[in-house]
């Protein structure tokens, strides 16, 4: 299968990939430009056709080939995920899970989904109504380099599966890990050029958008709303997940001890560099002391490294660039008048982007932490007289993404989570987002449009065609007219009979 367009062609700027952790250059791919793009877009469209008719049950027979492959494989791909992003083993392994996860769930549901729904009519007896489901045709997915194989995996399984074939653009960062997973997608039967990789910086994902029928992004906000314009200028739907500044509330009655190790958890999971990692703990006051002294004892519990072990919670940052802005954030919070609870030195013997977890207290509004995302692990911790304090604390920011609410009492965590303006809401955990494919994820505010998971993160891919039959047997003009009057008045005086 020819995954990667034009991987070796003669002439084409290279972009070497560094192993954050090591600074030794583990490859280099080409910076391909409009041309290259355009014609893995032509040969996509061109495989697209006889993918898309294709029955669903033989499309999903692939995913299932492929999920199966990524288990029996996973050892080499984790490999590869640490070399180039850097991250703990455990995380590495999280990203190949999740998108097993995700492909048999999308594999097993898909046949069911995409097939033709019958409709009821206003006229049932004169009109019948079927609604087919097509691909858009070629969809296009700009991946981050934060996670390279989930957030760009549970996206292109169901637009696979959805009939279309999918070019995706890698981070310039952390292109290996897709191109792996292009690989495995080969070996499990899917048909060439069907799934293929384009590498190279921002241009190329400009190139990309002005070429495919569908966009899929992951990112900034600013590269978002880039994206969006574009998208618009060519009609092409786009859907989005950006920033994010995600709040903890815990509340008065919560499990302290719980909710103080899940804060440190929402702090250093993938090093910080989650979208939907925790960045803000606003804490009612009665247990506020005690959530620090909480907070404190686990944190003597975290373990650092990049060794290739599950005991290791945290490892390096990515680039130089998110180490950068976490010490920023710091310093602008201390200089405003924040606390240093725990935190905030370089690690150099470990390598040159490890950085101890940053804890503040103190916070306020207008410190870059509390409104900006500082995609590093860091959090501050808010007191909040009360529930109504902590959610007005929560809100008051440009995103909404991901939030979590801790409480014993889980009606009540429930009601708080739905005055949020966050398009999920965890309650007493975190990330289950991802394990939970079933449940819609989207992007509030700032933070999207569109959204990714269950039901609708496959039928985003599909166009829908209304097809409408009529039934009635005679070519008369004022009849059908007559009919149609009598019919209509006898549904009114039905429904206001039986409503």
């Not at 950068?324 to 470990?350: Q, V």
Request: aromatic share 8%; glycine share 6%; with cysteine.
């Amino acid at each position: 299968m020819e995954a990667v367009a034009h991987l070796n062609r003669v002439g084409d700027e290279l972009i070497e990939v560094h192993n954050p952790v090591s600074r030794e250059v583990i490859g280099t791919v080409p910076n391909l430009r409009h041309e290259a793009v355009e014609q893995a877009v032509r040969r996509a469209r061109t495989a697209q056709a006889e993918w898309a008719v294709v029955p669903v049950k033989e499309r999903s027979q692939i995913i299932k080939r492929f999920a199966n492959l990524m288990i029996a494989q996973q050892q080499p791909i984790i490999d590869i995920i640490q070399r180039e992003t850097g991250k703990a083993y455990a995380v590495a392994y999280g990203e190949v899970m999740v998108v097993v996860l995700y492909a048999d769930f999308y594999s097993r549901h898909a046949p069911r989904w995409l097939k033709p729904d019958k409709r009821p009519s206003v006229f049932s007896i004169l009109y019948n109504v079927k609604v087919y489901h097509h691909p858009y045709g070629v969809v296009g997915n700009i991946a981050p380099w934060n996670y390279p194989l989930l957030l760009s995996g549970i996206d292109m399984i169901p637009a696979l599966l959805a009939g279309n074939a999918v070019v995706v653009k890698p981070s310039e960062i952390t292109p290996f890990s897709i191109m792996e997973m292009a690989r495995v997608l080969g070996e499990a039967g899917l048909p060439d050029n069907v799934f293929q990789v384009v590498t190279g910086n921002g241009e190329t994902g400009a190139a990309l958008v002005n070429h495919v029928d569908y966009i899929m992004f992951t990112g900034s906000t600013a590269t978002g709303r880039k994206i969006a314009i574009q998208a618009a200028e060519r009609l092409i739907p786009c859907s989005l997940e950006l920033g994010s500044n995600n709040p903890m509330i815990v509340l008065k009655d919560a499990n302290i001890n719980k909710a103080a190790a899940g804060a440190l958890r929402g702090c250093i999971e993938n090093t910080g560099q989650a979208c939907v990692s925790t960045q803000r703990v606003i804490v009612e006051a009665p247990i506020y002391d005690s959530f620090l002294k909480a907070i404190e004892k686990w944190y003597k519990k975290i373990k650092i490294g990049s060794e290739s072990s599950f005991d290791f919670h945290m490892s390096s940052l990515t680039n130089q660039r998110e180490f950068d802005r976490t010490l920023r954030h710091t310093r602008d919070a201390l200089d405003k008048g924040a606390r240093l609870l725990m935190g905030s030195k370089p690690i150099p013997e470990k390598g040159p982007l490890f950085l101890e977890p940053v804890i503040i207290t103190d916070a306020r509004p207008d410190m870059e932490v509390m409104q900006e995302e500082t995609f590093g692990p860091m959090i501050a911790i808010i007191k909040a007289k009360d529930a109504d304090e902590a959610v007005q604390i929560a809100n008051s920011t440009q995103y909404g993404l991901a939030a979590s609410v801790w409480s014993k009492n889980k009606q009540n965590a429930e009601t708080v989570a739905t005055r949020l303006e966050f398009g999920t809401v965890n309650i007493n955990t975190l990330f289950m987002e991802f394990g939970a494919p079933t449940a819609d994820m989207a992007g509030w505010k700032n933070s999207g449009i569109g959204a990714r998971n269950g039901k609708q993160g496959l039928m985003k891919y599909t166009q829908p065609q209304s097809i409408i039959r009529d039934n009635f047997p005679y070519p008369s003009l004022t009849a059908y007219t007559s009919l149609l009057k009598r019919l209509f008045e006898l549904s009114r005086k039905i429904k206001r009979l039986a409503p």
